[in-house]
Nanobody, 115 residues
Framework: QVQLVESGGGLVQAGGSLRLSCAASGNIFTTMGWYRQAPGEQRELVATISTIRGVTNYADSVKGRFTISKDNAKNTVYLQMDSLKPEDTAVYYC??????????WGQGTQVTVSS
């Protein structure tokens, strides 16, 4: 059974930082990433990383502020979010996919940035 367990969301002032974690289990994943969904908006890609080569991809809106990384030994992916803006407020979802299934989604973690 695939499980993606997210943690690290919360409330922060603009300009602050948060780090999200996603621990994955139950399958082999070749790509993991983060998406977000603000109220009334569609879910959008934030960042992805390939688990083998570590190739990363970022949405233009977060380039230079967010960093995605992985710990293969722990099957965990992280999202370091710096210089947060109110428009980063959303529910952040972990995503994972691999050759034997996916995409899979976590339950979501709320990130709120106050101005």
């Amino acid at each position: 059974q695939v499980q993606l367990v997210e943690s690290g969301g919360g409330l922060v002032q603009a300009g602050g930082s948060l780090r999200l974690s996603c621990a994955a289990s139950g399958n082999i994943f070749t790509t993991m990433g983060w998406y977000r969904q603000a109220p009334g908006e569609q879910r959008e890609l934030v960042a992805t990383i390939s688990t083998i080569r570590g190739v990363t991809n970022y949405a233009d809106s977060v380039k230079g502020r967010f960093t995605i990384s992985k710990d293969n030994a722990k099957n965990t992916v992280y999202l370091q979010m710096d210089s947060l803006k109110p428009e980063d407020t959303a529910v952040y979802y972990c995503n994972a996919a691999g050759p034997w299934g996916g995409p899979y989604w976590g339950q979501g973690t709320q990130v709120t940035v106050s101005s």
